[in-house]
């Protein structure tokens, strides 16, 4: 059975002096503030959609990992993601052009180089990952704790 997510914004104004909000309807996402300035500027207490864009990318990476390092028999004690959305003006519009994907892990038993390499397989069966494949360029940075 196909699992269905929804979000909802309103946007009020003009892009650049405008704002909006956005929120989640399964209310584990709250209603938050969102601005054109928050995207190109400081956020000023404000999210983005490249931010909640690295942020889904950062939860669905940490479990493709966690699954990966229990395939090998190298369960995860912990896993830190951050994911870092760059927004950019490409041409005449703006776009999505990196992720990176930085992870440290305590992980036992694990060597570096069984790390490494889960991470990297991961990041090509994430969902999310696999959403951004081809429009967005994702790196990976992965080490043990």
């Not at 493709?64 to 959305?85: G, M, Y």
Request: hydrophobic share 45%.
């Amino acid at each position: 059975m196909a699992a269905k997510r929804t979000a909802e914004a309103v946007w009020q104004g003009d892009l650049l002096r405008g704002s909006g909000r956005v929120k989640g309807t399964s209310g584990a996402l709250a209603d938050m503030p969102i601005s054109w300035s928050a995207r190109t500027e400081a956020p000023g207490g404000k999210t983005s959609p490249e931010e909640l864009l690295a942020a889904a990318h950062a939860a669905c990476y940490s479990m493709a990992l966690s699954a990966r390092l229990a395939r090998i028999q190298k369960p995860a004690e912990r896993l830190n993601v951050t994911a870092t959305a760059t927004f950019d003006k490409v041409g005449d519009g703006w776009k999505v052009t990196t992720m990176e994907l930085a992870v440290v892990g305590k992980v036992p038993g694990a060597t570096a180089a069984e790390f490494d390499s889960a991470a990297k397989d991961a990041a090509q069966g994430c969902p999310i990952s696999s959403a951004l494949k081809g429009n967005v360029e994702i790196t990976v940075n992965a080490k043990l704790a």
